[in-house]
């Protein structure tokens, strides 16, 4: 199959592309800069531009990028950046798709849990209602950006990532310098909970969503058993054989980050994937402490 990705240097877009090279799929790329060969398309978002003409013939379409959430404090500038890189840059993909003659079959967009907002001990499922928060708002433009590859009658699956596990990058790569040294603890009371997912998954549910005809909408792409961030955070201590003994109490954490430490470090997510499972998706890693243990290995 032939296949056009953007995002393609990012943790998930780098684990995607080997896994369809190592099976024999063509692979092209979406890229920010002047397109260097056959194999790579150059579009800038933040302009409205992209060599569409290039863009035929596609069986599926993998769209990955966006401005990092979780690099700085949330200026109104880096609120707009993570806002606009996402829903400019999926409506502009999005309406190219829809001006083809010969459309991709499937759209797989990046999306987030961030959609649910701070819902305490509520089980979310896909079917569950978004937040109110600004990370809330960004998911649901990022998704309605995602309309006119729809009415195209493309099949469109948004992909609400949780919190990727890999120790090469995300969430538990900025976690493991202070938890190796022996600093690490819990978040404000450790009750919020982590809706996580490995990264061998994230690659294997993507996999599924470009194949199976059926999946279109949203999908949570989260492991099926969430746990708390006490949970997490006693499992990594005991995975890397260190202490946990330092809470970082939660006005600090606002202190430090601002507004993105209620958004997410604080909130609280208990989400299902509820799709993945009516599929039968085997998930390779269900429990938090051997998932630690492989992916830390």
């Known amino acids: 199959m032939k296949f056009l990705i953007s995002g393609s240097h990012g943790l998930v877009g780098k684990a995607l592309i080997e896994s369809l090279t190592n099976d024999g799929h063509e692979i092209h790329r979406l890229v920010r800069r002047r397109a260097v060969g056959s194999f790579e398309i150059e579009w800038h978002p933040n302009q409205g531009q992209i060599d569409a003409e290039h863009l035929e013939r596609f069986d599926a379409v993998v769209h990955l990028a966006g401005e990092s959430i979780a690099s700085g404090r949330w200026s109104a500038e880096k609120k707009q950046k993570i806002r606009d890189s996402r829903v400019k840059g999926t409506r502009l993909l999005s309406r190219s798709l829809q001006q083809l003659s010969q459309p991709p079959a499937s759209f797989v967009c990046a999306s987030a849990i961030g959609y649910y907002g701070n819902r305490g001990d509520q089980v979310l499922t896909e079917e569950s209602s978004p937040g109110n928060d600004f990370l809330s708002q960004v998911c649901v433009e990022w998704e309605e950006a995602t309309q006119p590859a729809i009415e195209k009658g493309i099949r469109t699956v948004n992909a609400r990532f949780g919190i990727i596990l890999d120790k090469e990058g995300g969430a538990l790569?900025?976690?493991?310098?202070?938890?190796?040294?022996?600093?690490?603890?819990?978040?404000?009371?450790?009750?919020?909970?982590?809706?996580?997912?490995?990264?061998?998954?994230?690659?294997?549910?993507?996999?599924?969503?470009?194949?199976?005809?059926?999946?279109?909408?949203?999908?949570?792409?989260?492991?099926?058993?969430?746990?708390?961030?006490?949970?997490?955070?006693?499992?990594?201590?005991?995975?890397?054989?260190?202490?946990?003994?330092?809470?970082?109490?939660?006005?600090?954490?606002r202190l430090v980050f601002g507004e993105m430490a209620d958004s997410l470090l604080l909130a609280s997510q208990r989400v299902e994937p509820a799709r993945l499972k009516d599929l039968g998706y085997d998930f390779k890693h269900s429990e938090i402490g051997p998932t630690l243990s492989h992916v830390l290995k």
Do not use: Y
């Open 173 to 253: 790569a900025k976690m493991l310098p202070p938890f190796r040294m022996g600093v690490g603890g819990r978040i404000g009371d450790g009750k919020q909970w982590m809706s996580w997912i490995a990264l061998d998954d994230v690659i294997g549910g993507l996999r599924l969503a470009l194949t199976n005809q059926v999946l279109l909408g949203a999908v949570n792409f989260v492991a099926p058993h969430p746990v708390t961030n006490a949970e997490f955070t006693r499992a990594l201590g005991r995975v890397l054989s260190r202490p946990t003994l330092f809470p970082i109490p939660a006005f600090g954490v």
